[in-house]
């Protein structure tokens, strides 16, 4: 793994655990679809600003995150986020990430995870439009597996239920438009949150 901080990664694991599921039954369905080894990427559904830690939590693995880069705006936010592995990027203007997509190869290249919220920022119970920028990117440069993720919350009580749910591993076939892979990426992740 790259220069993360393994220290403040445990240490944020930690406050998850503490701060988060007392709040949150978390349930997951198929871990094993995550791959054991090789670079890939997860495609969650994005419902709020909990999947983040609560899917690092349900994965059980460190995982890097592309998220927008007004998160990093400040000091104590970029240390924050970049030592949880964020990585940020400028969705409206890809070359000004240059940087971030240098570090989203290299992450790959060492056979690590990157979570990309496809739809790109959150759809509370019902699906969004996929956004084909970062997912044309690492096709065009990437033959790696894209594990679609469900995520449904369902409040009860005082405890939020939360269901995540890992799909099996797909590839864009060669010669494939970014455009349809993820079309049909958007169809599994919606299947799977039960949308």
Same mark, same amino acid.
């Given at each position: 793994?790259?220069?993360?901080?393994?220290?403040?990664?445990?240490?944020?694991?930690?406050?998850?655990? *503490?701060? %988060? $599921?007392?709040?949150? =039954?978390?349930?997951?369905?198929?871990?094993?679809?995550?791959? @054991?080894?090789?670079?890939?990427?997860?495609?969650?559904?994005? $419902?709020?600003?909990?999947?983040?830690?609560? *899917?690092? %939590?349900?994965?059980?693995?460190?995982?890097?995150?592309?998220?927008?880069?007004?998160?990093?705006?400040?000091? %104590?936010?970029?240390?924050?986020?970049?030592? *949880?592995?964020?990585?940020?990027?400028?969705?409206?203007? *890809?070359?000004?990430?240059?940087?971030?997509?240098? =570090?989203?190869?290299?992450?790959?290249?060492?056979?690590?995870?990157?979570?990309?919220?496809? @739809?790109?920022?959150?759809?509370?119970?019902?699906?969004?439009?996929? $956004?084909?920028?970062?997912?044309?990117?690492?096709?065009?440069?990437?033959?790696?597996?894209?594990?679609?993720?469900?995520?449904?919350?369902?409040?009860? +009580?005082?405890?939020? $239920? %939360?269901?995540?749910?890992?799909? =099996?591993?797909?590839?864009?076939?060669? @010669?494939?438009?970014?455009?349809?892979?993820?079309?049909?990426?958007?169809?599994?992740?919606? +299947?799977?949150?039960?949308?």
């Amino acid at each position: 793994m790259t220069s993360r901080k393994y220290l403040i990664l445990w240490v944020i694991k930690l406050a998850c655990r *503490l701060f %988060l $599921q007392p709040f949150f =039954k978390i349930s997951t369905h198929g871990i094993e679809n995550i791959p @054991e080894k090789g670079g890939f990427i997860l495609s969650p559904k994005h $419902q709020r600003w909990e999947d983040i830690p609560l *899917l690092s %939590l349900a994965a059980g693995k460190p995982l890097y995150y592309i998220a927008k880069h007004e998160l990093f705006n400040n000091f %104590l936010s970029n240390w924050f986020f970049s030592s *949880l592995g964020g990585i940020p990027l400028n969705r409206e203007r *890809l070359m000004e990430s240059r940087s971030s997509l240098v =570090k989203i190869i290299e992450v790959l290249n060492q056979g690590e995870g990157v979570v990309v919220f496809p @739809e790109g920022t959150y759809y509370m119970n019902k699906v969004g439009p996929g $956004q084909t920028g970062i997912v044309k990117l690492i096709l065009s440069r990437f033959n790696v597996p894209f594990v679609p993720v469900g995520i449904n919350y369902l409040r009860t +009580g005082f405890r939020t $239920q %939360l269901k995540i749910t890992f799909g =099996k591993p797909i590839y864009a076939e060669k @010669e494939m438009p970014a455009a349809m892979f993820l079309n049909i990426l958007m169809k599994k992740i919606a +299947g799977l949150s039960g949308l």
